[in-house]
């Protein structure tokens, strides 16, 4: 299996690709305003890099349950300087984590060669056509509803197969929207539009994904379903979060996005030397 974008072709299987957080927003739920400062952003960036991130995901509006749509021109004036700057200083894939097509077009022109689209629900697309002519990586993630309201009740008759049917959907969408599959990666989404036990399910019956031969991403980092089941807040979910990032890639995740590079790379490398 591989994912094949622009100048880049990852190889699976391989070591799990670890996918940086760089989230450039006043909001964000775990480092909201930290990296607001472009230099700052890219001194960030280059840490994490150096921590051992293969893939930087640069953000500009938080996705958090409740948080506010953010107009592109905000988006964009927040990314775009970081990531230019990232993609003259570091040799790492860049990608940008948003729903919009707008945003999307500057930040590759910029040098983003990833577009992270937490919201891969809808049709038609400008989106799917701009992936489709630019060539970059595509990750379609589920989301039940929008970020303002898919906490509000989220419902579902079996989470594990509406998402398994999800990915199969947007799989074929995608293909006719002129997007190659080798493109693209599948990520469940976890934490929106999903409850406390929505989010173990899909853990727990991550290999079901593995059927669709595609690359299967993991977003875990600091989310309040750990912090649920721990009691635990924000900042001391690490070791909980660790755990999950551990058990779905034995069940066959093979990109995990982090806050936490350092922490993740080495538990990882230990993981594999263990299980080679
Ligand atoms: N989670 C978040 C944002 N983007 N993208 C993918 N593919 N998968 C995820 O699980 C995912 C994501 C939420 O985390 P974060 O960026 O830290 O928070 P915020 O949305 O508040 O900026």
Redesign the pocket.
């Known amino acids: 299996m591989r994912w094949t974008f622009r100048k880049t072709q990852m190889s699976f299987p391989r070591p799990t690709v670890v996918m940086g957080?760089l989230?450039v927003?006043p909001?964000?739920?775990?480092?909201?305003g930290i990296y607001l400062d472009p230099s700052r952003a890219v001194e960030r960036g280059l840490t994490l890099v150096g921590e051992g991130a293969d893939i930087l995901?640069i953000?500009g509006?938080?996705?958090?349950p409740g948080?506010a749509y953010v107009p592109p021109e905000e988006e964009i004036r927040r990314t775009v300087p970081v990531i230019r700057e990232l993609a003259r200083q570091c040799a790492v894939p860049l990608s940008i984590?948003t729903r919009k097509a707008e945003v999307a077009q500057a930040a590759i022109d910029a040098g983003a060669s990833i577009v992270?689209d937490?919201a891969a629900n809808r049709t038609p697309d400008a989106l799917w056509d701009l992936v489709a002519r630019s060539g970059v990586g595509y990750?379609a993630?589920h989301m039940q509803g929008t970020?303002e309201n898919m906490q509000e009740d989220p419902q579902y008759m079996d989470v594990v197969s509406e998402v398994a049917e999800f990915f199969r959907d947007r799989l074929a969408r995608l293909t006719d929207a002129g997007v190659d599959p080798e493109q693209v990666v599948l990520?469940p989404?976890?934490?929106?539009g999903k409850t406390v036990e929505h989010n173990l399910s899909l853990l727990r019956h991550l290999e079901r994904f593995c059927v669709l031969e595609r690359p299967l991403?993991?977003?875990?980092?600091?989310?309040s379903f750990i912090g649920k089941v721990l009691g635990a807040d924000v900042g001391s979910r690490l070791y909980g979060g660790l755990a999950c990032t551990l058990w779905a890639v034995r069940l066959g995740a093979q990109l995990v996005?982090t806050?936490d590079v350092a922490e993740t790379v080495q538990a990882l490398r230990m993981h594999e030397a263990l299980a080679p």
Request: glycine share 14%; aromatic share 6%.
């Open positions: 957080i989230n927003t909001d964000s739920f775990s480092d909201g995901d953000g509006e938080s996705t958090r948080a984590d992270n937490i990750v993630m970020p990520d989404g976890i934490g929106f991403l993991l977003g875990v980092s600091r989310k996005r806050h």
